[in-house]
């Protein structure tokens, strides 16, 4: 056994030592630069901790800065200047992202679609479901029904502003894109999209990109036997690159086939030939991404993005967290279509930010249009089903201190359903709801 036992974290909070924790991030600095080969990230890591042998001890314990300077210094002197580069700059995102979140001081970002945002709220101001406390008190004068059908109206007006400014644009686009982050109800407003824009005339052809998935053995594991999936480095990018290009170009491409199964990619292929007035319709995490599209004039494209804005206040003033309702529809959804515990997903979730903080977020004002998709209803549907949940998990892993992040966003959720009056019956949800793509019940298949 090393010397080594301990590391120091950024809060001060001593972790065990796993040099495996070395080896996935020096891995994940060669993904970011198209190289995945296990053994040289495992070789380079065998030289950091044999530096860190040499330098510290039980008596003298390291920091993650100073694993990480070491990191960046074996990087370089071994000849790997490149990925030392992808490593030094994820270092500064997060460091910007943690100073970020403790300044706050900053009232405007170019990331935040403040006119769509002003829109919502005032819609959610003039209904009285603005607060926790007005969207309990209609609850409790028997309006949840009423509160669904506004609610879902709001999003279809949205919808048919899409389909009406793709179908201005049909003699120009030959690439529509869906996207936005996790659970944010791409599927389901697709397929509105979809059959609005075909019974207007138009022809599309989906290309479905999941397919397009790198084995998962190949992806960057943790310590904990979890894989990071959710970046842009886990599609084969070049290929998807290649085969828009091709299809625009009026060429047949063969689709790969992916099996989530077995997480790998099958050897059978599918033929795709597309005619000059079809256009090529797209729903993926990461559709805004640079090297997906990179070779498709932007003149060309139609983007649409989705998030579930909700504007609501919870009692301390503070308005939700957009990212805790995907939370919620990801554990529900994952729960029932890839057969996942819901605390898997909790602490899956980090993941699931860290990616659409750097590859996704940055990128929402590039978009053509945004629809809201959160609804201000689906909070008391989900206390019921999670609130006992997500008290349990936060007390699990409250002096944890490897899931912090866990911790935090469960905590958290727990005290925000905590304040809402629940409803068990969801029989007023339409089955055309976006809603119903993650707590069932949706006419449309998923």
Known sequence: MGKITQVIKRSGALVPYNPDR??????????????????????????????????????NIPTVEEIQDLVEKVLIKEGHAEVAKSYILYRDERKRSREGRKALASHSSANIPWKKIWYILNWAVEHGIHTVSGLNDRIKQGNFSDIVKISEEIYHQDVDNVVEMIADRRDDLRLVIITGPSSSGKTTT????????????????TLNVDNYFLDLEIHPKDEFGDYDYETPQALDLPLINEHLTQLLAGKEVLVPTYDFMSGKRGDTCTPLKINDDEIILIDSLHGLFGDMTRGVPHDLQFRLYLEPLLQLKLNDGKFIR???????????????????PMERTLTHWHYVR?????????????????INSG???????????LL?????????????PLRRDAYNRAERVYQ??????????DSSVPGNSVLREFIGGSIYDH
Do not use: C
């Open 22 to 59: 070395i080896t996935n991030a020096i891995y994940r600095a060669f993904v970011a630069n198209r190289v995945r080969d296990h053994q040289i990230a495992k070789n380079l890591s065998d030289v950091v901790v044999q530096l860190l042998e040499e330098s510290f001890s039980t008596a």
């Open 190 to 205: 697709t397929i509105k999209v979809s059959q609005r824009l075909e019974k207007l005339g138009l022809k599309l052809v």
């Open 322 to 340: 957009w990212t805790d309702i995907r939370l919620i529809r990801r554990m529900l959804r994952d729960v029932v279509h890839r057969n996942w």
């Open 354 to 370: 860290s990616s659409e903080m750097r590859n996704i977020i940055p990128y929402i004002n590039t978009t053509d249009y945004i």
């Open 375 to 385: 609804m201000p209803y689906e909070l008391p549907l989900y206390r019921p089903r």
């Open 388 to 400: 006992d949940k997500f008290a349990k998990w936060a007390e699990k892993y409250r002096n944890d």
């Open 416 to 425: 925000m359903l905590h304040q809402v009056v629940g409803v068990e019956d």
